[in-house]
């Protein structure tokens, strides 16, 4: 059997050599170009483009050398052909002639990560599609840091380069001391992990900014192109203390102009302890406005109750955000429904908040596999990716500060007061069927943000009007909104004067035990009572739109509209202040009536249940 065997080779050798040739000669064998080339493989062709003077010359040269025209690419004047290496040679000695490797290519709207949705769900992918993702633009996340595994945080699509242009840690800086000495060398050696050993810094940072793809083709962040800077001031437990947050809200203000820091994000809460102005991490705040900084903050997570809303949430210039779910319904905004655990306004001192709301209900986003949150619930991490769910308003104001950057790609020269104007303007608050308002304004402020409507919006001179920022840092005015209550109905209301304008020149408010507050006596004549009950509705509540009475309930159905058509027919009023006088007397009194503790405030982070 073994000398039958070898006497068998040869012949076998000859057949398959035959066959070889037959095949490759026939010139079926279709190659990519780049692709290994077998050594001294006869007739093996590969797919090129030849390009001439003409598609008609090219494929002449082709035919003439003994390849292949496969189509023809008049547009450049080329064919596409496969040619083996003999062929090859004797077209690249054609003087008129181009050789190209037929390159392979991929669908590059294609990825493996999971889809996000809410980049979609607030029209921001109609944005990435025209190539608006924030280039340019630098947020900066003032959180519980940054992972060290940057993964879709690292670069803006298409880009290998780093866009985490800065890191800073505040805690590993120490005291204040420490850190006003050690500013320059840590500002400097920016390049430095810091890590996020919470986990809720990275989730935050990534909504705002991933250049991760799903497989849907879609960004997962809202603002994929942004430059990120990442602030430290909370712990491994999503804890931080008022002098963490304000020297790192310091260290940003500092370094604006160094790394074109345009957005500030703060999710992050604590109770008031007094009003806003005399909140030392509500001044820092007004500090960053004032710097020409848009500052976006979390509401609470402390609702669906009045006057829920935490600091630096309460301070009036400022864009405060609720949270909005789809109910597990994405993309179907009939199924939109704002969250239970979203904290509502008025703010003590009479302010419409929130400004607006997004989504924030079961947020997936890239987050630490090793971080507190992820070895606390197993259950919300998306594997096989370091994805993680979140929700809060704190998921909300991320997805709105990747908003704001989209608007100040395409308008840089936006001020802090007008991106606040415009977003407000191009909301589309929840409707129901018969036209009114299905949340209030102290529920859903203007309404769910829409980044396509917002970034073409040319709205002005709707927001913080009558408020002046300076003045109020320097302590010469406070302010106080238009918002009241009355004790006998137990509504929240809207004043409004008889002109229907947006500003006036009283020098108080109306309080809701129904008395005059110092310097009221020269806004009656503007502000006529309804009836004769002093704190009772004013005259002009109805032109601000249905809805806005509120006795504090809460609405979880779904099924309304969020309407792009909405007329508030007096523009944002509301979101307008008065100077204020001698106090806004709240029939409850107000719960730092007692006096206050800074040594004892405390700013984190509230997990609530996912929505």
């Avoid at 083709?217 to 947050?245: E, H, I």
């Avoid at 001044?283 to 600091?311: D, E, F, L």
């Amino acid at each position: 059997m073994k000398v039958q065997h070898k006497h068998w080779r040869p012949v076998l050798a000859a057949i398959a050599g035959l066959l070889f040739v037959l095949v490759s000669g026939g010139g079926d064998s279709v190659h990519p170009a780049g692709a290994a080339r077998s050594q001294g493989a006869a007739r093996v062709r590969y797919s090129y483009i030849v390009q001439a003077r003409s598609a008609a010359e090219a494929g002449r040269a082709v035919t003439h050398a003994g390849g292949r025209v496969r189509s023809e690419l008049p547009v450049i004047g080329a064919v596409s052909a496969l040619l083996d290496g003999d062929e090859l040679a004797a077209l690249r000695g054609v003087p008129y002639l181009e050789v190209y490797d037929d390159a392979q290519v991929h669908a590059s709207s294609v990825g493996t990560l999971p889809e996000t949705y809410y980049p979609s769900e607030i029209a921001a992918r109609q944005l990435h599609l025209g190539g608006t993702v924030g280039t340019g633009v630098t947020v900066a996340v003032v959180d519980s840091g940054l992972w060290s595994q940057h993964g879709p945080d690292q670069s803006v699509p298409g880009e290998v380069t780093s866009r985490i242009i800065a890191q800073y840690d505040v805690l590993a800086a120490g005291t204040t001391t420490g850190l006003l000495s050690g500013l320059t060398s840590l500002a400097t050696s920016n390049t430095t992990n810091i890590d996020d050993g919470y986990g809720h810094g990275t989730h935050v940072a990534s909504i705002i900014a991933s250049s991760g793809v799903a497989t849907t083709g879609n960004f997962q962040g809202v603002a994929p192109g942004v430059n990120l800077v990442a602030v430290r001031v909370l712990d491994a437990k999503g804890m931080g203390s008022y002098s963490s947050v304000i020297a790192g809200i310091q260290w940003v203000i500092a370094e604006k102009t160094r790394y074109n820091i345009r957005v500030l994000n703060l999710s992050l809460s604590a109770p008031p302890h007094s009003f806003y102005w005399q909140d030392p991490l509500n001044q820092a705040v007004m500090a960053a406005w004032k710097a020409g900084i848009v500052v976006v903050v979390a509401a609470g997570n402390a609702g669906p109750a009045p006057m829920t809303v935490g600091v630096p949430g309460n301070v009036p210039y400022v864009i405060t955000v609720g949270a909005v779910t789809d109910n597990y319904y994405p993309l179907q905004t009939s199924q939109y429904k704002l969250t239970s655990f979203s904290s509502a306004g008025p703010t003590y001192e009479g302010f419409v908040k929130p400004e607006v709301v997004a989504m924030g209900g079961h947020i997936l986003a890239y987050a630490p596999n090793n971080g507190t949150l992820a070895q606390e619930f197993p259950q919300w991490v998306h594997l096989p990716w370091d994805d993680f769910t979140m929700s809060g308003t704190s998921m909300a104001a991320a997805v709105t500060s990747g908003v704001v950057a989209l608007m100040l790609e395409v308008s840089p020269s936006l001020s802090p007061d007008t991106v606040k104007c415009r977003l407000m303007s191009s909301a589309r608050p929840a409707v129901k069927a018969d036209g009114t308002l299905a949340y209030t304004v102290f529920q859903q402020g203007a309404g769910l943000v829409n980044a396509h409507d917002a970034v073409y919006s040319t709205a002005s001179a709707c927001a913080n009007q009558g408020l002046n920022v300076g003045a109020d840092l320097t302590g010469s005015q406070h302010f106080g909104g238009r918002a009241n209550y009355n004790p006998k109905t137990g509504q929240y209301y809207i004043m409004a004067t008889s002109s229907g304008s947006t500003t006036s020149t009283s020098g108080g408010l109306l309080g809701g035990v129904g008395s005059l507050i110092g310097g009221l006596a020269t806004t009656v004549s503007q502000v006529p009572l309804v009836g004769g009950v002093l704190g009772g509705l004013l005259w002009g509540v109805e032109q601000l739109g249905d809805g806005l009475l509120w006795n504090g309930g809460y609405s979880s159905a779904s099924g309304y509209s969020w309407s792009s058509g909405y007329a508030w027919s007096s523009g944002y009023a509301w979101s307008s202040g008065y100077p204020w006088s001698s106090g806004y007397a709240w029939s409850s009194g107000y719960p730092w009536s007692s006096g206050y503790a800074w040594s004892s405030a405390y700013t984190g982070v509230d997990l609530p249940a996912q929505q």
